[in-house]
């Protein structure tokens, strides 16, 4: 039976989300429907929000780290059954593809259509709809919402003692901000990295590089408050301004700049990469994990 949900729906872009009430379908083959139990606001939906990154489909119900828990499981749907725990990947692992086959999940062909507002596998159809008007779903699982419908391809089961809204934030902002450190950067120990932007994936980031055993994690913000964050996130050093930043790194590294610099500010320009270009020393990494306006980058 086919329910109705509150969601948080964006119209037109540029836009802003709304509250409204949509029908959602029940679980197909290969689907769940999962109660959110909680979920992040990712600057993506902000970015497709004010029309930097092109929503294929409108309305769109925005949303894509959230956790929850099965309330129906799509016929024929092995290893999920109500009641289990899931988080939600914004980015669908098929598992059978050539590149989930390589062990790069993360380039699943299933990423290509994440834009789309359909299923990960089946673009141009939808599970949600308002009056008889197809529904899309950001990333294919629609995080700002009571109840959604997704696929098995984009959630993961997780331990019922994994605090929801914790694990809600290993939907996007954990993963992308720690694997751009850890497995993007490759930082080893005793590396000198600079995080550019402390928001939710250069948090995660500064805690990434950390982990991995750089000695100098050096954070950049100019909120005082993201940069007083940093320090309890692992950062060694923070700067209100990139330039800032690099002399002092330089002033560490006998004058060659740091081994590696990731990119997490809140809107990219063109200038944030050639700053960051300009921190690292011969054969360093960049990373830019952050987004801007798609015609602009
Ligand atoms: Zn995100
Ligand atoms: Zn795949």
Redesign the pocket.
Known sequence: MPITTRVSLLRETPGAFETATVELDDPRQGELTVKLAATGLCHSDDHIAKGDLNAAHLPLVGGHEGAGVVTAVGPNTPGFEVGDHVVFSFLA?????E??ARGM?NL???GATIMSGGRPDEPGSYRMSENGTSVGQAMGISTFSEYTTASVNSAVKIDKDIPLEVAALLGCAVPTGWGAAVNSANIKPADVVIVMGIGGIGSAAVQGAKYAGARAVVAVDPVEFKREKAMEFGATHTFADIAEATEFVKSITNGQGADATIITVGVLQPEHVAQGMASIRKAGTVVVPGLGKSTNI
């Open positions: 692992a098929c598992g059978v593809c590149f989930c999940s699943c062909m299933n």
